[in-house]
């Protein structure tokens, strides 16, 4: 589906290609196009509106990454024990 607005060629349909399995999520790039060079970053902004948006109706949720450390002894160094 082309996007429509102000920034985008006409006819012009994104193109999506996954490349890798990361982490925690699948990772893509997408190619957009815009009617000039000075309108791209509004297309872009266009598509990630619109993507977050379709995210939300879907019940997609991004899982941001989380870390735990263990450190030995328990706690940084320098810093009192938690109680």
């Given at each position: 589906?082309?996007?429509?607005?102000?920034?985008s060629?006409?006819?012009?349909?994104?193109?999506?290609?996954?490349?890798?399995?990361?982490?925690s999520?699948?990772?893509?790039?997408?190619?957009?196009?815009?009617?000039?060079?000075a309108?791209?970053?509004g297309?872009?902004?266009?598509?990630?509106?619109?993507?977050?948006?379709?995210?939300?109706?879907e019940?997609?949720?991004?899982?941001?990454?989380t870390?735990?450390?263990?450190?030995?002894?328990?706690?940084?160094?320098?810093?009192?024990?938690?109680?």
């Open positions: 589906m082309p996007l429509t607005g102000p920034f060629s006409p006819q012009a349909e994104p193109s999506v290609r996954f490349h890798t399995f990361a982490e999520g699948l990772r893509f790039t997408v190619g957009l196009r815009a009617r000039d060079y309108a791209g970053d297309v872009r902004h266009d598509f990630i509106k619109r993507l977050n948006a379709r995210y939300r109706r019940g997609i949720v991004i899982p941001y990454p870390r735990t450390l263990d450190l030995p002894g328990g706690g940084w160094p320098g810093r009192p024990e938690a109680e």
